[in-house]
């Protein structure tokens, strides 16, 4: 369908759905054990509803932001998704250019199909704002590497990924094995851009001998993880990364309330309150009651870092629920995959304009002309799920 038929999030996912090879929509859609979380995270946005306010002068709204101390004209990031070259032969650079004509933040990840340098020279002008997404490499060396390498190519934030010690058991995943891929490739559409590239690294790292203690976990998840430390730690990981950068920090995979207090004490810039989009642990608990939990139990940790979250965004709602309980921005992952999947890089830029269309007509109708007028208050969580 031509693009001006999309008017929401869902619709690009639809088309998306039809365009992608099987082993594509596998990887993207698949979420760890029986996808509960993956499926939670978007439903629990039905939880919670609103208490608009009415006669009130809403002409003018301000939807822009900052973010870690960046303009961003909408409250939304790119949260960093692997390998968007099965989707579509451009792949992340279809996500650094649609997000570099409407200047939204892109958060690159560390096993993108693109290098770090292809992506920064991707980049439509100067002031364009990347964050890198690192999966720390046992090797040390290698990850300082790949950090002076992301710093010298301007990346601005280091969100460090810190629930996937392991890959999640993503059975959709693991049941397709890259040996079947040209199989499904053959027989799949010509139209549905998949290009068939095997995970590989970014920069200079290269493929390691597998040795002891690393991730034993199959499907595509488990190949792209399996150099990565799995004993990342509160005690070493974040000085040694305080220590080596002065990027901002953010953790990214943050759970539990417990741990985001953990994270304000270590004096990190932010959180990003996020499950990895239910692919890791399942039955971790939806991201925006760990938000809401956050809020109510540690407002405190609102003054101390930048509170992100990520999971289950496919709304103007629901970022407005988000920016309520004290969100500062909000990442999508799967939706800029789906839409530039579906249509390249004007899928990129449409879902931006889609979710600025949703966001300006959710503020109006809450009756908020800025963020900083939105408060927990307006948001009441219900005990029924209502779709
Ligand atoms: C991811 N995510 C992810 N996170 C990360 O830190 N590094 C990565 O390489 C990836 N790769 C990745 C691939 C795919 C296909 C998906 C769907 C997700 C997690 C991602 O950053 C984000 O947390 C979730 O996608 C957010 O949930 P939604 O928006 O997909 O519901």
Known sequence: PPISRMLSIRDLE??????????ALSYYASAGDDEVTATQ???AYSRFFFAPRVLRKISTVDLTTKILGYDSPLPIFVSAAALAKLGHPLGEINIVRGTGRTGIIQMVSTNASCSITEMSEAKLHLNQV????????????IAEALIRKVESLGYKAIFLTVDAPVAGNRERDIRVPFAEEDENRAEAEGESGTTGERPRRSGAEEEEEEEEGSNEVGGTAGALLKNDDLNITWEETIPWLRRITKLPIVLK?????????????AGVDGILISNHGGRQLDYSMPTIEVLYRLRQQRPDCFDKMEVFVDGGIRRGTDVLKALC???KAVG??????????AYGEAGVVKLIRIMERELLTGMRLLGATKYSELKPEMVERVDFEAR
């Open 14 to 23: 639809g088309v998306a759905r039809k365009v992608l090879s099987f082993k």
């Open 41 to 43: 995270n978007e439903r």
């Open 332 to 341: 999508m992952g799967r939706p800029f995959l789906y839409a530039q999947s």
């Open 253 to 265: 995979g943050i759970q539990s309330v417990a741990d985001a207090v953990l994270a304000a004490d």
């Open 325 to 327: 309980l004290g969100a």
């Open 130 to 141: 990347q964050f890198f997404q690192l999966y720390k490499n046992r090797d040390t060396s």
